[in-house]
């Protein structure tokens, strides 16, 4: 993807999301908000943390942050950290330790004891990535980098909204 494409997908995600809240009136489902791009001192301080911690920023991920450094509520209860969040939050996300590497780069959290992570056991040479979110009760969705990632969350909310439209018209035949 392009940072053009990466752009207009979280804005469509945004979209589709506020439009199935509108329908189905739910006023309290927290709107998504992009943070403006990551500065290039930010985006170098976290390569910077990340090589300390044997490890490369994927391509993809950067190519994101350079678009919106964190983005909140894209995920019920999960935000996308910005790039200081990530440096200055490994402290705490040792409490996902028992997920193997991936608490050394996490890159999603929220209220709950949910989280998404780029996993280093998948790393190819050039540092790309699987990003992985783990819900509350441990179930697990890997996708093959934060582009998969955008397209599926794209495509299942059409996909929903396309459902909760049908609903709402099989209700006003009744």
């Not at 190819?124 to 992985?132: A, I, N, Q």
């Not at 969350?153 to 018209?169: G, N, Q, Y």
Request: a negative charge; proline letters at 5%; charged letters at 30%.
């Amino acid at each position: 993807m392009t940072p053009d494409e990466i752009k207009q997908c979280i804005a469509d995600i945004i979209s589709t999301g506020d439009e199935i809240d509108r329908i189905l009136e739910d006023d309290e489902a927290p709107t998504p908000a992009p943070a403006p791009p990551a500065s290039s001192q930010d985006l170098d301080l976290l390569s910077s943390e990340l090589a300390g911690r044997g490890l490369k920023m994927p391509a993809g991920y950067k190519m994101l942050l350079s678009v919106h450094n964190g983005v909140a509520d894209l995920l019920p209860d999960l935000s996308f950290r910005s790039a200081r969040e990530i440096i200055d939050s490994s402290e705490k996300d040792k409490a996902w330790r028992s997920f193997g590497a991936m608490h050394n780069f996490i890159v999603a959290s929220g209220r709950t004891s949910a989280f998404g992570a780029f996993d280093p056991d998948t790393a190819t040479s050039e540092g790309d990535m699987e990003l992985v979110f783990v819900s509350e009760v441990g179930d697990v969705d890997r996708y093959a980098g934060v582009e998969e990632f955008l397209e599926s969350r794209r495509r299942i909310l059409v996909e929903d909204l396309a459902l909760v439209k049908a609903d709402r018209a099989m209700l006003a035949d009744d």
